[in-house]
């Protein structure tokens, strides 16, 4: 049977959020169906206009369906109606996104319209070299605690016999919709930002964060120190 030392080596790889997402829920409650329907359906046009007049382009927007129910607490003997639209936003500036959604404001000021944004996981990358040496990294970690095994072993290492990639442990950067609990992903209240009547202000901050663990199972084969024969 072959002698050997198996060991496991981690390297950190720090990721870069690159697009924010958000997911828009806009709904209209009316007393009949069919003002319900229409009215939905003209706010969201509304809506897409507005953001692609504020910075949102096109292709930062998807369809995210919709849905019309019944409200329970509508008055009796006037069932009423509420229909909602969704759409998606995954925009590359978070200060384009905050801005394009504070000039949705206005058109929600009846009290029948409804606007619900909640921040989804934004998405990272980092570049093919960074990825590239946390792999590398985690490599020279496992050698480097077989060698110190082996050291105290009074054996030395001769070769690699197996390379298993257990897999990234992926962290979590605290941003809504990547919190560290894992939990719900937020509400984005529009007209955040605005102080009295002036202009909303945003202090840029860099990007969220986040560092994930690259991991790697290694044996190392080992001989006898003062020889080249496999160690017993």
């Known amino acids: 049977m072959d002698s050997y030392i198996e060991v ?7 990721e870069q959020v ?6 828009l829920s806009l709904s209209v409650r009316a007393a009949h169906a069919d003002t319900a329907i229409s009215e939905a359906g003209a706010l969201r046009d509304d809506c897409i206009r507005v953001l692609k007049s504020s910075g949102i382009d ?18 009796k003997g006037k069932p009423g109606q509420e229909r909602a639209f969704k759409i998606l936003i995954a925009c590359s500036d978070a200060k384009r996104l905050y801005t394009a959604l504070d000039a949705l404001q206005p058109i929600f ?8 944004v909640s921040m989804l996981k934004p ?4 570049s093919d070299a960074e990825r590239a040496a946390a792999h590398a990294a985690a490599l020279a970690d496992a050698r480097g605690k ?26 979590r950067s605290g941003a809504f919709g990547d919190e560290d609990w894992g939990g719900y992903g937020g509400m984005y209240a529009a007209g955040a930002g605005a102080i009295g009547d ?4 945003y202090v840029e901050l860099e990007g969220a964060k986040r560092t994930s663990k690259i991991r790697y199972r290694v044996r190392f084969g080992i001989v006898a120190a003062e020889t080249d024969k496999p160690a017993v």
């Not at 690159?18 to 997911?23: C, G, I, K, P, S």
């Not at 998405?123 to 980092?126: I, N, W, Y």
């Open 198 to 201: 002036s202009e909303p202000v």
């Open 146 to 171: 077989a060698q110190l095994i082996a050291s105290e072993s009074g054996v030395r290492l001769s070769f690699v016999s197996q390379v298993e990639e257990l897999g990234t442990a992926v962290g």
């Open 18 to 23: 690159t697009t924010y997402r958000a997911d």
């Open 109 to 116: 000021e009846h009290q029948r319209y409804t606007l619900s």
């Open 58 to 75: 096109p292709d930062e927007m998807s369809e995210g369906g919709n849905a019309i129910w019944q409200p329970w607490f509508w008055k």
């Open 8 to 14: 496991s080596g981690q390297s950190s790889l720090v």
């Open 123 to 126: 998405q990272f990358e980092a």
